[in-house]
């Protein structure tokens, strides 16, 4: 991928042109899966809670792909089908071996609609889903800053080695607000080097906000980072061992300083902090190019950012603002311009003239 942001828009700009034609016989695909290689002949009429989207070009490997999965773990919702929608299409269209990646989606309650639009979107896709029991974090959820981090799915992402086949032995995770402009392998391939998880670090962003004043004011607390150097992450982007997570023990320690948040109130965001307060300065770093992150605004207000300066590999919404609710407005930011081309959503008024 190009380092250049200008070369970058003019390649996203070319694909967005060119995705309106149809694909040509030879994007065809003959990969299948138990629950992707289902093509629906018959449209229903849609949900009016559940977007309708168009067919996605089929993607077919290079003539160097051998046989080995990639793994991503998204989590499914309904709020954010359209957003899952444009990451995956993204990955598909950026990947060298896209019939050698596999999805894995986490969703807390069986919705036909969802299902429905992921096959006839997406007829060759290989992919499974997963039912998240929401029940297990219901007790543990602490109400943070923002409404939408206190939703159940939000923490699914610690419950990713309970729920994956033991055959997966590594995942990459995805938050469902982002889209990929590289090839995914090349994060698949990072050397973990006998760490439990991968991911960009920033260890010049304040660490101390992350926490109260009564986290850091408590001596017990305040050394829970001793002997390490702890840099923020943002969890949406994760490349995880899966099998050093079950063996480690991890979504124990993930709960323990969640039970600490329920008596004591040591953080005010969602999911992230115990995370932090687990691995922060104990995870392998990758490339700032892997995780464009903040581009939807801060979360409580969402107002606009600029991108980050250096290449770029994946631009992540993560924040208040998402871009199809404010390119719906008609109030987007610039950086929204660059998911578009990814969202492969038709109104209804589309659909009907179709």
Same mark, same amino acid.
């Given at each position: ?7 970058? !828009?003019?390649? #996203?700009?070319?694909?967005? $042109?060119?995705? &309106?034609? +149809?694909?040509?016989? /030879?994007?065809?695909?003959? @990969? ?40 991503? !773990?998204?989590? #499914?919702?309904?709020?954010? $089908?359209?957003? &899952?929608? +444009?990451?995956?299409? /993204?990955?598909?269209?950026? @990947? ?40 297990? !974090? ?217």
């Amino acid at each position: 991928m190009a380092s250049s942001t200008l070369c970058f !828009v003019l390649g #996203l700009l070319s694909f967005f $042109l060119s995705s &309106t034609a +149809a694909p040509s016989s /030879s994007s065809s695909s003959s @990969s299948s899966s138990s629950n992707g290689n289902i093509r629906l002949g018959i449209i229903r009429k849609p949900s009016p809670d559940v977007p309708v989207f168009r067919e996605a070009p089929a993607f077919r490997n290079g003539d160097s792909c051998g046989a080995d999965r990639i793994h991503i !773990v998204m989590t #499914l919702d309904a709020n954010y $089908l359209r957003g &899952t929608m +444009a990451a995956v299409l /993204s990955i598909l269209q950026h @990947s060298t071996c896209p019939e050698n990646v596999e999805f894995h989606f986490l969703w807390a309650h069986y919705e036909p609609d969802v299902m429905s639009n992921i096959k006839s979107t997406f007829p060759y896709l290989n992919f499974k889903v997963y039912r998240f029991d929401s029940n297990r !974090v219901r007790g543990k959820i602490s109400k943070s800053i923002r409404q939408a981090l206190d939703q159940p799915l939000n923490y699914a992402r610690i419950y990713l080695a309970d729920i994956i086949p033991s055959d997966v032995k590594r995942v990459i995770y995805l938050d469902s607000d982002l889209v990929v402009v590289d090839d995914i392998a090349k994060l698949w391939d990072v050397d973990l080097e006998d760490k439990v998880l991968a991911a960009p670090e920033y260890c010049h962003a304040n660490f101390t906000k992350y926490f109260t004043d009564l986290f850091w004011a408590d001596p017990a607390l305040a050394s829970t980072f001793k002997g390490r150097r702890p840099c923020y992450f943002n969890t949406g982007v994760m490349v995880v061992d899966v099998d050093k997570w079950r063996q480690g023990g991890y979504t124990r320690k993930v709960e323990e300083w969640m039970a600490v948040q329920k008596q004591r109130r040591i953080y005010h965001l969602g999911s992230l902090p115990p995370f932090l307060l687990v691995l922060a300065g104990n995870i392998k770093g990758v490339d700032h190019r892997w995780n464009q992150h903040g581009l939807g605004g801060d979360n409580l207000e969402g107002k606009c950012r600029s991108l980050h300066p250096g290449p770029i590999s994946l631009l992540h919404w993560s924040g208040k603002g998402k871009p199809w609710l404010r390119l719906d407005s008609r109030k987007p930011c610039i950086v929204d311009h660059l998911w578009a081309p990814y969202d492969l959503y038709r109104s209804s008024v589309h659909f009907l003239e179709e």
